[in-house]
Structures are given as C-alpha cells and as structure tokens.
C-alpha cells in the first residue's frame, strides 16, 4: 500500500490489521507510547471545512511523535492557483507524508502521482476512507465481527456511501444501500466494489427501498443531504430524500440491538430525527473519537 485514497488501495489483512492496530492503540493511549513519527512531518491539506478530520489528524500525528502542519487552502498558493502537481513537488522535499481533503477525486489523484511520499484521502467529493475505516471500528467493537453484520446506508448516495460499498467488499460484511433514483451511487463503484466482493463473500445491493435496506440490520447509517459543495443543490435534493430519513419508525425495522451511525456533522430534522440521534442506540460519538485511533493506524503503516 503506496498510498490509502480509497478503501480498495489496501488488501482485506491490510485493512483488518488497521483495525486491530487501531483497536490496540485506542486500548494502550493513555498507557504507553509509540512514536513511529519521530523526526518526521505530515502535511494536512484542506481545501474543505473540517471538525474531526482536522483535530484527528493533528493530534494523531503528534500522538505518533511527528510534526503536524495544517495547511488551508486560503493560507497557500495553492488557493492563488499554484498546480496540485507543483503543490505535491514541493511539499514532498519537506515532507515525509501528506493528507488532503479535496473536491474532484481526481485532484487527490494527481497530488499522489506526484508525490514522493505517501498520500492519504482526508475526503473528496467521491470518497472518505478513513471515515469508513473508523465505522468499521465502531461496529466490530460492538458486534465483535465484520461478516454476517449487516449494514444499511439510508440516503444521498454520496461520498460516504461509495466508501461504505468499499468497505463491504473488502471486510466481507453485507451492505444495503437505499437513496432516491435521483441521488443513487455511483454505477461504476458499486459495479467495481461488487467485483471485488466476490473474494471476501460481502453482499451490496443498492435499492430505492429504504425500508428494505433497513430490515434486520444491525447499523442503520445516513449522512447530510447535500455534501460541501453541493449547496446550491439542497433544496432539490431535499424534496427526493426526505421519504429517506431516519427515524423511529425506521429504526423500528432494523434489528432489536441495531445501532445509528452518522460520521458528523449532521443535520437534526433531515437525514435524522433528534431522539435517534440522542438514543441509546447513536454509536455517532464513539465513531468521531475512532477516527483518531484509526487514521494512527493508517499513517503508522504508511508514513514509514
Ligand atoms: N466526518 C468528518 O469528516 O467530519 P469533518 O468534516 O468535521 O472533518
Ligand atoms: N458527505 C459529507 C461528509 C462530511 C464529513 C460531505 O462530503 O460534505
């Protein structure tokens, strides 16, 4: 693994040994300390807003022994128009790793192609594979396992639900994903994810039917209606995803012990009703912490 821009960059024991190393990292925190960073510095690129990424990876790197830099769009040439590639060129002499969030996931792509050093997807408008990564953690706390767990993404078929049929095909769990025809995923990553989870046994389905999605799973999952960017579009958007919120009578048809994921931030009254949100059942905090333990993981394999 080169690079970590999308789920599918990293083999099934790949990706269930970050799990495991995150899972030990989280346990031993406060306890011991392993700084595979020292000496090294790790550019964190946002040309998007950011909560949890942001702090995750600042504190992460520095948790690690290394040297955060954040670096926003606005503050570098890169925001006066300086190329991705140049950006990538340069940052490389310095730098021994660099995270960006970006619109066009084909910005990120170029950024790595002319990167001498490990990239890694902080989020672009088609996929967030550390935010899965850290889903995945989250559900394997609770269930102890990846295949036989079934998960259902009710809602825009968006950059997290494109990760999500990822991580089905490498973790070999079973993944509905229910969104309106006018908001569906894209065609070509669901085809290509369904490929490759011929080899770990995950089933994805895509259906227009959120309660069919919703039936027996064990997480129940959604995201904003309209991602950063797609401003202009909510209120259209709106008007096809709102028979697709998540709320009690949704919920109701998941299994008994069903959890809520939300990777944050989220908008209470769209994509879900406040009391879900608030229930005993929203794993949605422990998500948000599991990204720091999760992308430790990521960069403690890859920023070598
Ligand atoms: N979930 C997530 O990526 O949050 P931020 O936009 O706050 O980083
Ligand atoms: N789909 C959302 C996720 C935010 C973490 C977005 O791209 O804005």
Redesign the pocket.
């Known amino acids: 693994m080169k690079n970590f821009l999308t789920i599918l960059d990293a083999e099934s024991e790949e990706l269930e040994e970050i799990i495991n190393l995150a899972a030990a990292l989280k346990k031993e925190r406060f306890t011991s300390v392993r700084t595979p960073l020292a000496g090294k510095s790790i550019a964190l690129i946002f040309e998007k807003s950011s909560t949890r990424t942001r702090v995750s990876f600042e504190v992460g790197v520095k948790e690690l022994g290394g040297h955060p830099l954040f670096l926003s769009k606005g503050d570098m040439q890169l925001g006066r128009g300086e190329p991705i590639k140049d950006t990538a060129r340069v940052l490389s002499r310095y730098v021994q790793g660099i995270t960006l969030r970006t619109y066009e996931h084909s910005r990120l792509l170029e950024l790595a192609d002319y990167s001498t050093v490990p990239v890694i997807n902080a989020?672009t408008d088609t996929h967030?594979p550390c935010?899965i990564m850290a889903d995945v953690l989250t559900f394997y706390e609770r269930f102890g396992k990846f295949k036989g767990v079934k998960v259902a993404y009710i809602g825009d078929g968006?950059?997290?639900a494109h990760s999500w049929a990822n991580a089905a095909a490498r973790f070999g769990f079973n993944l509905a994903i229910a969104s309106p025809a006018e908001c569906a995923p894209s065609r070509d990553i669901l085809n290509s994810a369904m490929d490759e989870a011929k080899k770990s046994g995950g089933r994805i389905e895509y259906t227009t039917d959120a309660k069919g999605a919703a039936s027996n799973a064990d997480v129940i999952t959604t995201?904003?209606w309209a991602?950063?960017g797609q401003e202009a579009e909510a209120e259209r958007k709106k008007s096809f995803l709102e028979p697709f919120q998540v709320n009690r009578a949704l919920m109701a048809i998941a299994a008994p012990h069903a959890i809520f994921m939300h990777?944050l931030p989220a908008h209470i009254g769209e994509e879900v009703t406040e009391d879900i949100f608030e229930s005993e059942a929203s794993a949605v905090f422990d998500e948000a912490e599991n990204r720091l333990h999760v992308q430790k993981a990521i960069m403690s394999k890859l920023f070598l």
């Open positions: 989020l967030h935010q968006n950059n997290i995201d904003v991602s950063m990777c």
